[in-house]
């Protein structure tokens, strides 16, 4: 019993921390005042660069931070579409989500002699050394340092908004942009730092699923995750506390289809992987009018404009 225990917490926090990351980048766009429904297509960007360039320089934590450049460039994109150009937030993230992908799979093919997936890479290190861990109830406990940097992650952020300046002032752009410039807060600024912060955590989430648990790119190394991870942001009513013990029942939902795909439920196999996605659905349908979005998430700001 405790070890089946052990196992559903070991696969709740692996599976969460993708979702993690992409939910706080969720949470500090739209907490400046830009909807990022591009989550998903940097998470596989993310995705890709984090095995790039792990391949290439064989250290995975130089794949970690190109898996973060990468997101932050292409939500760069999101950015000067969403800030400068004041574009339809939610058509510039679909747009993305459409691109993304297929740059993905496009740099792939041409790393790796047109192959839709990579080799094996060098993967980052456990959290705990497994064979510390062998003959204790604890021995299924098998974390990487992922599920770590998440927590921290979400830490930080929740001091960042909520006990400094800079935050106060993320949260006065997303709130009311048009009072923030009167007491001298560039809006634009504000937004676009937010907005790529918000991919480079989102490429963090991307290397978080192929540098930690599968260990190569895919196509389907991300699929929905940025998705689910938007689910989260709102039904943690956008605060980083929130979006993070959102992603953990989403987490719990995967790890409970994994372990019924034992065979030791005799549940077909398709209910089972559409686990995550109903429970998105139905958090979505029970709490999406319930929370209470930042006043000007979504709306394009123009300058001078009351």
Known sequence: MLDNIVLA????????????????????????????????????????????GSYVSGNPWVGLLCAGIAGGLVALLHAFASVTFAADQTISGVAINLLAPGIALFACRRMFDGAAMSPIVTTLPKLIDPSVLQGTPLENMNLDVTVLLGLIAAVVMW?????????????????????????????????????????????????????????????TAICGQGFIALAAVIFGKWTPHGAYLACLLFGFTQAL?????????????????????????????????????????GVPYVKGSR
């Open 9 to 52: 917490l070991s696969i709740t926090l692996m599976y969460s921390t993708p979702l993690v990351f992409g939910a706080l980048g969720g949470v500090i766009s739209e907490r400046s005042g830009v909807t990022n429904i591009g989550i998903d297509g940097m998470m596989n960007v993310g995705a890709f660069a984090g095995v790039a």
């Open 159 to 219: 001091f960042m908004l909520y006990r400094t300046k800079w935050g106060l002032r993320i949260r006065s752009v997303g709130e009311h942009p048009e009072a923030a410039e009167t007491l001298g807060i560039s809006v634009y600024r504000t937004r676009y730092a937010c907005v790529i912060l918000s991919g480079v955590l989102a490429g963090f989430g991307g290397a978080s699923m192929t540098l930690a648990i599968i260990s190569q790119y895919t196509q």
């Open 257 to 297: 289809s994994i372990m019924l795909g034992g065979g030791a439920v005799p549940v077909p196999s398709q209910i089972l992987a559409m686990l995550p996605y109903a429970m998105t659905i139905i958090v979505l349908i029970l709490f999406v009018g319930r929370s209470v979005a930042p006043k000007a998430d």
